[in-house]
């Protein structure tokens, strides 16, 4: 059966069921199984366009990595600074895509048969996107986001006022204005 042009390419169509059971189950949830079936396919194809698990893996990860650099690279500047508009679409990139941002930097790759490596590039392009925008130590205020974001995520409350404002001052932004 030949393939229709509105049908969307195979291997697209299981990033897009990857990217909807990360959406909707989590990392938890992230088995070739349950991509096939978002997917409306077969294990099979797995193997014909990704070779097996572990390029479907590494390819939903590599997925997720360029959605958050698409966000970074739409960020505008906080409080007169291009780095704490980066920290703030990062924040917004965690927040909304809670699944997507599990995976890139809360997880255990190698579990879910993701090459490790795939972590370092990320955080080294986050890092590099600090730098271009003036941060000296990107990886340090990299680190911080970071810990702020896991804060965030485990807290029932911020530790004063609300969290984007406590997260965006820990950063550097001045007291009321970067909201």
Not at 25 to 33: A, F, H, I, K, S
Not at 58 to 86: C, F, I, K, M, T
Request: proline fraction near 5%; include cysteine; charge should be neutral.
């Amino acid at each position: 059966m030949a393939r229709t042009t509105d049908q969307p390419d195979i291997r697209e169509r299981l990033l897009a069921g990857a990217a909807e059971v990360l959406s909707t189950d989590g990392v938890e949830g992230l088995t070739v199984r349950r991509v096939v079936e978002a997917a409306g396919r077969s294990t099979m194809c797995v193997y014909t366009k990704f070779g097996g698990r572990s390029g479907l893996m590494n390819a939903v990860y590599e997925q997720a990595a360029d959605s958050l650099y698409a966000v970074l690279e739409r960020s505008r500047p906080v409080d007169g600074s291009a780095a704490l508009g980066l920290a703030a679409a990062y924040r917004r990139f965690a927040l909304a895509n809670p699944g997507a941002y599990a995976l890139l930097f809360d997880q255990a790759l190698p579990a879910l048969g993701i090459d490790e490596p795939l972590r370092g590039d990320a955080i080294a392009r986050v890092g590099a996107f600090l730098a271009a925008a003036g941060e000296s130590e990107a990886l340090r205020f990299w680190a911080l986001m970071h810990g702020l974001l896991a804060l965030e995520r485990s807290l029932p409350r911020p530790p004063a006022g609300d969290w984007k404002g406590f997260y965006l001052q820990a950063l550097g932004a001045r007291p009321g204005e970067a909201r």
